[in-house]
T-cell receptor, first 116, second 113 residues
Framework: AQKVTQAQTEISVVEKEDVTLDCVYETRDTTYYLFWYKQPPSGELVFLIR??????QNEISGRYSWNFQKSTSSFNFTITASQVVDSAVYFCALNSRNTGGFKTIFGAGTRLFVKA | ETGVTQTPRHLVMGMTNKKSLKCEQH?????MYWYKQSAKKPLELMFV???????ENNSVPSRFSPECPNSSHLFLHLHTLQPEDSALYLC????????????FGQGTRLTVV
């Protein structure tokens, strides 16, 4: 079975604080892909990053960084020096190499509020 | 135009109405998807089209009927919906290669009265 768990339903921080969004996944596949998407109030999900199961290197992109740890099946997302524009719902997602389809499983999302 | 475009953005319909949601992508992708996003529930994959052929139908009620006339367009025909079908319906597209990211439209906010 595949599953993505985002245990944090809502997080509220003050601008300039650092914040980490947790993501834990389950899959029996050895080849899989993990994603983070951002959903601002306008509605569309915006792709942020993709990681495949063979690449455990952490990645930094500006104020965003991702920590992928296969040992704990986690793919956490940190925003450094948060800004009001970071307020959105963030989704972690899993796509595994299975036959017969292109299933991407999404977590329930974490709603981030950044206050000025 | 670029990206994935969905129309209408908002739709209110009665339970006996028939309406259609439209999705158009200008990214050259060959797979398209319909997702349902309800309040306090995870994104639910409804349908997947790969090269205009339906490859996934996640036990979606027959009152939802998808149509993919070509690789750039995807429709979701709605008929005799229930109030619990009220949700944000998101269209997405991607390349066929497994593990590629999807690009989403802004969604259609559907309210069934």
């Amino acid at each position: 079975a595949q599953k993505v768990t985002q245990a944090q339903t809502e997080i509220s921080v003050v601008e300039k604080e650092d914040v980490t969004l947790d993501c834990v996944y389950e899959t029996r596949d050895t080849t899989y892909y993990l994603f983070w998407y951002k959903q601002p109030p306008s509605g569309e999900l915006v792709f942020l990053i993709r990681r495949n199961s063979f690449d455990e290197q952490n990645e930094i992109s500006g104020r965003y960084s991702w920590n992928f740890q296969k040992s704990t099946s986690s793919f956490n997302f940190t925003i450094t020096a948060s800004q009001v524009v970071d307020s959105a719902v963030y989704f972690c997602a899993l796509n595994s190499r299975n036959t017969g389809g292109f299933k991407t499983i999404f977590g329930a999302g974490t709603r981030l509020f950044v206050k000025a | 135009e670029t990206g994935v475009t969905q129309t209408p953005r908002h739709l209110v319909m009665g339970m006996t109405n028939k309406k259609s949601l439209k999705c158009e992508q200008h990214l050259g992708h060959n797979a398209m998807y319909w997702y349902k996003q309800s309040a306090k529930k995870p994104l639910e994959l409804m349908f997947v089209y790969s090269l205009e052929e339906r490859v996934e139908n996640n036990s979606v009620p027959s009152r939802f009927s998808p149509e993919c006339p070509n690789s750039s367009h995807l429709f979701l025909h709605l008929h005799t919906l229930q109030p619990e079908d009220s949700a944000l319906y998101l269209c997405a597209s991607s390349q066929l290669t497994g593990g590629t990211e999807a690009f989403f439209g802004q969604g259609t906010r559907l309210t069934v009265v």
